[in-house]
């Protein structure tokens, strides 16, 4: 499973909060995907996905 | 990112500074919160063309209406919002709007202090117009969101906002106070009651929100139709007055709070009723399944209006039918039952025992944790503080702030609850009554006694309270799971000075410092 922040990203930081070692914000103040997904912090992704208000978080 | 709007009026606020892209962290889009300035803008304007006359009542309560209409989570909804600012204008005859982006782009300071006003002007609507759907109006409450509006679109300082600033928490506690005058003389006076988490099989609906009048209207429209009742988030309290808790169908409480809906209601083979916030936007997965009423409003979702024939909710609990057999729901600690009904007359029966047990150093301390709940992890601060209270300190909670600890049993001390939930977020006025009673009844004040503040906030109903208690002169609150980003460094160093105001910092450090 891999998880991409798409450009509808609106920097609130909720991902990063939910799942810090998946989502970091980048220099321009949006969240960025750079950890793996792993069998400990799948759910914790799937919760950012699912928090996400502009829905900007693509799970593959 | 380009600025598409600016609202930074909830805890959940982006980057703990302000949403200003397409859509907020609620899920607000920047359109919406166009629409809101806009609404919040001709308000001021009304307020301006009403100085010095004698405003109607339909003016005061469209006035509460819109007002309630911008808290955090109630409206998501352009068309509505669209025709509440038409209503606006057609009583305000020819006067300009306010401009929002003037509020926005002043001086941060006094930014600070109009957004205070604003917010806390927003969270008190609610009480009020909670109160008016019951039958209750308070003149001088209906005088102040005038006098605040205005306040808001004239030039300001400081020095002049400040007085204005803690009068919002004056006027406030006169409205909690007729929301509980309101609620208590039409529902009867809450006792403390257990509430199952557990769903019987067969149709059922969901109540979320905080009016008792829309759950007494749907209970009564339910009665003997094989459908059950159940409460969500700050509905809970509601099984604790008389005149609810005898409708034999109002069974239990359904979920925890507020921002866990999107996994609660997934799949829900039930309706949900919105009465009020928070509302999420709801999933492809149950929003066939979600209705609004009063002032709740999201495109696409069936709204109940005013003649509230709720039989759409109806048919359609019974379309879904339901769990085909009982089904144990749990609190987040794993608990199979709350309890609620603590209001400060059920409180204060008890209060000979309570005075005795303090005289006796069977009680040392009282800890009001409350407020809102959020999405935050660090939220899982007020869990694990309850957790660590003595065993010699009682825990009264009150809003949605609860549902953190509210399935823990943290035993008894004398035959009373170490944790006793005073109600709503509006029943803090009944947890200001216990503290004043207590206060008396040992003669010292407020900040004297072994009680202490830790509060959690979200939306603005949390901000008016917060005024209340800082009018009341409450010391040493402790506030999170942030600060408000609506807080200037100035202005948080006034509230630090002047109230001791401090965030939260570890439940550990926090408790050895409040038992000092």
């Known amino acids: 499973m891999k998880a991409k922040v798409n450009e509808e990203c609106i920097g609130c930081g909720l991902c990063v909060s939910i799942a810090e070692d998946v989502f970091r914000m980048n220099d321009e103040g949006l969240a960025e995907a750079y950890g793996e997904v792993t069998e400990e912090n799948k759910e914790a992704v799937l919760e950012a996905a699912d928090s996400c208000p502009v829905a900007a978080i693509e799970i593959e | 990112m380009e600025n598409k709007m600016f609202c930074y009026q909830c805890e959940q606020t982006a980057g703990c500074s302000a949403c200003v892209g397409s859509a907020g962290v609620c899920g607000k889009k920047s359109d919406t919160a166009t629409f809101q300035d806009k609404l919040t803008g001709a308000l001021i304007g009304l307020a301006r063309a009403s100085y010095g006359t004698a405003p109607t009542d339909s003016t005061y309560r469209l006035i509460i209406e819109g007002l309630f ?26 006067t300009v709007d306010y401009d929002m982006n003037e509020l926005w782009k002043t001086d941060e300071d006094v930014r600070s202090l109009k957004s205070l006003i604003l917010f806390g002007i927003r969270g008190m609507a609610a009480y009020a117009y909670h109160a008016l759907m019951l039958g209750y109006e308070d003149k001088e409450v209906n005088e102040f969101f005038c006098e605040a509006l205005k306040k808001i679109g004239d030039e300001g300082t400081v020095e002049t906002l400040l007085p ?104 829900l083979p039930a309706p949900i009723l919105f009465t009020t916030n928070c509302l999420m936007p709801p999933k492809d997965s149950y929003i066939d399944r979600v209705f609004t009423t009063e002032v ?95 065993k010699d300190s009682i825990v009264l909670t009150l809003a949605c702030g609860k549902f953190r600890f509210n399935d823990m049993d943290l035993g008894e001390i004398g035959g009373l609850p170490r944790l006793m939930d005073v109600g709503q977020c509006n029943d803090a006025y009944g947890a200001i009554q216990v503290a004043v009673a207590l206060a008396n009844a040992f003669g010292c004040t407020a900040n004297d006694l072994p009680l202490s503040y830790v509060l959690s906030w979200y939306e603005q109903k949390a901000v008016c309270i917060l005024l209340t208690l800082l009018h009341l002169g409450i010391k040493n ?26 965030p939260i910092s570890t439940p550990e450090k926090d408790l050895e410092d409040l038992l000092k």
């Open chain 2, 69 to 94: 209409t911008t808290v955090t989570n109630v409206n998501f909804n352009d068309e509505t919002i669209t025709e509440l600012i038409k209503r606006v204008h057609a009583i305000s005859g020819g």
């Open chain 2, 164 to 267: 204005t600033v803690l009068k919002v928490g004056e006027v406030n506690l006169k409205c909690m106070a007729l929301l509980d005058k309101a609620n208590t003389q039409t529902y009867g006076t809450p006792t403390p009651v257990t509430v199952p988490l557990l769903v019987e099989k067969g149709p059922f609906i969901v109540v979320s929100g905080h009016d008792l009048k829309d759950l007494e209207l749907l209970l009564k429209q339910t009665e003997n139709k094989g459908i059950n009742i159940y409460t969500h988030g700050e509905m809970l309290p509601a099984h604790a007055y008389p005149e609810l808790k005898k409708y034999a169908h109002l069974k239990g409480n359904f979920g925890t709070a507020w921002q866990n809906q999107k996994k609660e209601f997934d799949g």
């Open chain 2, 296 to 390: 709740v409003s999201f495109p696409g979702v069936s709204h109940i209006d005013d003649e509230k024939d709720f039989t759409p909710v109806i048919n359609k609990a019974l379309e879904l039918g339901g769990y085909s057999e009982d089904k144990q729901l749990f609190g987040i600690n794993g608990g199979k039952e709350v309890t609620t009904g603590f209001g400060h007359a059920a409180i204060l029966s008890h209060a000979e025992t309570v005075v005795e047990a303090v005289k006796s150093g069977a009680i040392k301390h009282f800890f009001l944790v409350g407020g809102c709940d959020g999405a935050k992890p660090g939220r899982n601060y007020y869990t694990d503080f309850v957790k660590l209270t003595p």
């Open chain 2, 477 to 502: 609150i402790r506030l999170g799971p942030s600060l408000p980003a609506f807080v200037s460094p100035n202005i948080l160093n006034f509230l630090v000075e002047n109230f001791g105001i401090a």
